[in-house]
Every structure is written in C-alpha cells, then in structure tokens.
Nanobody, 122 residues
Framework: QLQLVESGGGLVQPGGSLRLSCAASGFTLDYYAIGWFRQAPGKEREGVTCISSGGGITKYADDVKGRFTISRDNAKNTVYLQMNSLKPEDTAIYYC???????????????WGQGTQVTVSS
C-alpha cells in the first residue's frame, strides 16, 4: 500500500521554527518529486514548495521564500520542510504529495499524506 505520512506539526509562537517530515511506505520516493501544500480554515489548498526527485530543483511560493527550506534524504525515504520565522498566517494543515515533477506542482499530487497541523500563535 502506497502511503505518505507527515509528522512534526504542532503549536509554535510567532518567529519560531518547526521541521515537518514526509515519510513514504510501500514505495520509494527516489523517482518522485514531492510537494508540500497547506490548507487553512476557510481557504483553498495552496502549494508551498516542491523538490524534484534528485533534489536539484526546488520551488517556493513567494510568501515562504527565505523562511522555508525543503530537502530530501532518499536513503531515509523522507522529505523535510524546515520552517523558520513562522507567522500566524502560516497556520494550516500541511500535506505532502508525490508527483512526477515540480512543473505545475501547485496543481497537486498523485499520492497524498493525511496532513499535520501547524499552529502559529502566542
């Protein structure tokens, strides 16, 4: 069974940091680009960032550039999202998804995780 599992979410104060993980089971991530998406209450899902299968290409939404960093460790079959300088508007459920490439990644993915809640609040 192909499965992605996100972890690392939680409650953090503004200006704080979190690192999310996206682990795969049942398949290898080596051949997939991985995107991170988020959905805040009452808002549409949005693409946050994407990393190519080899890690050589990364893309970021404008409002997270310079604050978020996506990386991958194919040996651990895991992709990470390091989030720094968090803002209340970053509050959302964060999902990872596997897709063939980062081209048009904001459209979504082929395989999805269940999501992890990130809350930025004082």
């Amino acid at each position: 069974q192909l499965q992605l599992v996100e972890s690392g979410g939680g409650l953090v104060q503004p200006g704080g940091s979190l690192r999310l993980s996206c682990a795969a089971s049942g398949f290898t991530l080596d051949y997939y680009a991985i995107g991170w998406f988020r959905q805040a209450p009452g808002k549409e899902r949005e693409g946050v960032t994407c990393i190519s299968s080899g890690g050589g290409i990364t893309k970021y939404a404008d409002d997270v550039k310079g604050r978020f960093t996506i990386s991958r460790d194919n040996a651990k079959n895991t992709v990470y999202l390091q989030m720094n300088s968090l803002k209340p508007e970053d509050t959302a459920i964060y999902y990872c998804a596997a897709r063939s490439s980062c081209t048009y990644y904001t459209r979504g993915g082929d395989y999805w995780g269940q999501g992890t809640q990130v809350t930025v609040s004082s």
